[in-house]
Every structure is written in structure tokens, then in C-alpha cells.
């Protein structure tokens, strides 16, 4: 790679850095160009060379945020193989401290428009947790339906609903009772898939 290369990587990778540092103290809604152009002393023109908006912007930490989640999950699997039920008990949890210990990276991963999820455009990264949450989901089936992937949505949405309520403050008693609730939905899909 020579210099100009090097020096191009280098500044895209300033503003990646930079936009996390805003995300962190603003949340994903604070970021703008001109926030980070100003971050890393640049002019906004710049930021456009290598972005076209903020939402290209933040798909790297989109990505980033699927990557991390993905290592979660799988720890939460490998150390958790009694039994399926318990390996999706394990993911679960695993899912729920992910988006509360990473909550800005989860917003971001669950909220930014433009990034295409169950189609071809699908970035890699979320199709690596969905296959991942898959196989925990159908070791859990007595039989595997046609449509594996409808069951594979409608467990994620009701996770992904209660972390948002609870992120949202709008779950009555917090996010404690919120996670035993969580419990509770896994008990119900798992009695459900047989």
C-alpha cells in the first residue's frame, strides 16, 4: 500500500473513531458531518470523500456492533450445551446484557434506516447473529418447520421489543422485571417448539 493509500485508510478510520466518541457522549440521533469533521479537524467536504451521510456513516458501527454481539452469543453457546432449551436460555441473556452493556451500538444496530435486513443487501455481520440465533432456535424444535426464519423473527422481535421497552423506560418495574419476563418468553417459545 503506498502512502496516499495508507494516509486515506488512516483519515477513514479517524472518522470512524470520531463518530463513536460522539455517539458515546450524544447517542447515534448527535451525530452530524459537521460533528465530526469538527472532531477531526477537518472540513465537512471531507467526511463526504468517504461518506455519503451520516447513515453510511454509522453502518461501520453497525457492523462492528453485529461482530461484537456475535461473540457473544457464541461464548453464551459454548458455555452453555446441556441442553438446546438452555443454550437459547444462555443466548437470550447473553442478547439482553449485550444491548445494555453496548446500548448505543445496539440502538444503532436495531435503528438506523437504509441498512436492508432480509434481502441480498443484508450486510454480513447481522446475517451471522440471524444464522446463529437459527440453528439455537431450531435445536429447540421438535420438528423444524418450512419457515424456520418466521419463527427465528418472531423470537427476536419479542426480545428486541422488551430491551426496547425497557430501554425506553416503559416496562413496569424496570429492567429487573423485564429480564425475568424474558425468562418467561423463552419458556413460552420452548414449550411452543416442543
Known amino acids: 500500500m503506498n502512502r496516499r493509500e495508507r494516509h486515506k485508510q488512516e483519515l477513514r478510520q479517524r472518522i470512524i473513531a470520531a463518530t463513536r466518541e460522539i455517539v458515546a457522549k450524544d447517542g447515534w ?3 452530524t458531518i459537521r460533528k465530526v469533521a469538527e472532531q477531526i479537524e477537518y472540513s465537512p467536504p471531507t467526511i463526504y470523500e468517504y461518506f455519503e451521510n451520516k447513515d453510511a456513516l454509522l453502518v461501520p458501527l453497525l457492523k462492528d456492533g453485529y461482530r461484537l454481539l456475535h461473540l457473544d452469543l457464541s461464548k453464551a453457546i459454548a ?23 453496548e446500548r448505543e451500538l445496539y440502538e444503532i444496530m436495531l435503528g438506523l434506516g437504509g441498512v436492508p435486513f432480509g434481502t441480498q443487501e443484508t450486510p454480513e455481520e447481522p ?10 432456535v431450531a435445536a429447540c424444535m421438535r420438528e423444524v418447520p418450512e419457515d424456520l426464519d418466521s419463527e427465528v423473527d418472531l423470537f427476536w422481535s419479542h426480545l428486541h421489543g422488551m430491551i426496547s421497552l425497557t430501554i425506553q423506560g416503559r416496562m413496569k418495574g424496570g429492567a429487573a422485571r423485564a429480564e425475568g419476563l424474558v425468562d418467561r418468553i423463552v419458556a413460552l417459545y420452548v414449550k411452543a417448539w416442543g
Open 29 to 31: 440521533q448527535g451525530v
Open 127 to 136: 446475517m451471522r447473529v440471524f444464522y446463529l440465533l437459527r440453528d439455537v
Open 79 to 101: 458455555d452453555n450445551r446441556e441442553t438446546p432449551q438452555s443454550t437459547l436460555y444462555a443466548v437470550a441473556k447473553a442478547y439482553w446484557a449485550f444491548a445494555f452493556r
